[in-house]
């Protein structure tokens, strides 16, 4: 489990653009349109909607923790891939023939969430379309078995009163028995959370495999990296389980064979890769001309030449309020493991975030003043990574109206201003709003939050 530092603030004084949580293994259907910019930007990791599908109304509690969040509308039928996000409509189109991954039915397999902001997790769901579904129609309710086929349940409750428990671990990989089914089908899976009225959505196509294999071996499993340099991949494998051995293994670099190896041969190493590169590795059994499906791909960045990390990638803004702004990076990569990201504002260094880390909010700023960003990483070597991108941002103007809405069952931090009943208010401690009387001006609500008034502004 991720460890969290409590001195570094996490969450953002408005709302913000919702970049969260991704299947990147085996891709979903919104990473792979990601990839080729068909969706607007970052959007695979923010399909995001109410919990508790395939409920289709909002205000309902969890029937498990009932101190949970209530939730808004899960998506409506037809707009299920999106979550109804309108720079995603292109997932739920009915005309486009999705990549999909060759499975077998009754198989284990591996699925890989990967997230980009924490958030406490109630639970993770998987749907799987009907045995009679009908791919020309719209993916709907109905198109869907009624209740998961597999479920992880987080039993912490109530949420506020845990921490490090409620957090999934990043990347979270499932492994399951796949339901039996032929041909093409589509896996959905709800990742909801415990602090929000909000679910992340995604959903997989995959094309499913006779059992037998059509008489092809059976696909290799175990697939790991052993050793990662700036000019070199190590691979190994478990052996093919057939009864009758493949002749070779077949290794594949972003879906491209470029070696292959004797039956008898588990490892391999790759010794034509580049520098700071992304790469993406399977292997396939081959047996008298035969192929199996490919084995569950492993992901690997090679390190720098001189050994030091790669520089924080697109450093980018989820927000921004009055007195703050909502910072998140893609993670650096070395031949060590990162141990801090340094913050730099205007030049000079603010804050060392924790490595497990990629984001940060900068609090306590002078409303409607310009700010310029940059982040670098450290392993535990000490080694230092080049500097990201510069990002120069905007706090918003001072005023009413310019506060995110108070909600029940969000945390607060101290000195964080909301807007509620009409009227400006600011957090006299931190708190999570458990109940209706803790909102500002309300019967309790005088002991954790003061109006902001026009006097109190000047």
């Known amino acids: 489990m991720s460890k969290r530092n409590s001195n570094v603030i996490s969450r953002p004084n408005a709302p913000i653009t919702p970049l969260h949580a991704a299947i990147v293994s085996p891709k979903s259907r919104a990473v792979f349109a990601e990839e080729r910019k068909l969706i607007n930007g970052n959007l695979q990791y923010g399909i995001e909607s109410g919990k508790f599908f395939p409920e289709t109304t909002g205000g309902l509690k969890d029937v498990f923790a009932r101190d949970d969040v209530t939730n808004i509308p899960p998506p409506a039928d037809g707009k299920i891939a999106s979550g109804e996000q309108p720079g995603a409509a292109y997932l739920d189109r009915l005309d486009i023939d999705w990549d999909k991954h060759q499975v077998i039915g009754g198989e284990l397999f591996d699925f890989t969430w990967k997230w980009s902001a924490p958030h406490k997790y109630r639970r993770f769901n998987y749907f799987i379309t009907r045995a009679d579904w009908n791919p020309s129609l719209p993916l709907s309710r109905a198109q869907f078995e009624p209740t998961p086929f597999y479920s992880v349940l987080n039993e912490h409750q109530p949420y506020w009163s845990y921490n490090d428990e409620m ?25 909801e959370v415990a602090e929000t009225d909000k679910a992340f959505y995604q959903v997989v196509d995959l094309d499913f495999q006779p059992q037998d294999g059509g008489g092809k071996p059976h696909k290799p499993t175990g697939l790991t990296l052993t050793h990662v340099a700036h000019n070199s991949v190590s691979l190994k494998w478990d052996a093919s389980s057939d009864l009758s051995p493949a002749d070779q293994y077949i290794i594949k670099r972003d879906g491209n064979a470029i070696s292959t190896v004797p039956a008898s041969q588990t490892t391999f190493t790759d010794n034509s890769v580049s520098e700071l590169t992304d790469y993406v590795y399977t292997v396939i059994a081959a047996k008298e001309g035969s192929q199996s499906l490919p084995s569950i791909p492993v992901t690997v960045k090679t390190p720098s030449r001189d050994g030091k990390p790669s520089a924080p990638a697109n450093l980018h803004s989820m927000g921004e309020t009055p007195t703050a ?33 990629t984001s940060y909010v900068d609090d306590g700023l002078t409303p409607d003043t310009e700010y310029s960003y940059s982040v670098r990483a450290e392993d535990l070597t000490g080694n230092t990574s080049p500097d990201s991108n510069v990002l120069t941002k905007r706090t918003k103007p001072e005023g009413g109206g310019q506060y995110r809405p108070w909600v029940l069952g969000e945390f ?9 009943n009409g009227k400006d208010w600011l957090a006299l401690v931190s708190h999570t709003a458990h109940v209706e009387s803790w909102a500002p001006g309300a019967s309790d609500g005088f002991t954790l939050w003061k109006e902001i008034t026009e006097s109190w502004r000047r």
């Open 412 to 420: 607060y931090q101290a000195n964080e201003k909301v807007s509620h």
């Open 325 to 357: 702004i909502s910072l998140m990076w893609g993670e650096s990569v070395g031949s060590s493991p990162i141990r801090w990201y340094y913050i730099t504002r205007d030049g000079k260094d603010i804050q060392a975030v924790p490595g497990n880390l």
């Open 167 to 191: 957090y999934a671990p990043n990347p979270s990989t499932h492994t399951f028995v796949l339901p039996e089914r032929e041909g093409y089908h589509v896996l959905l899976g709800v990742w």
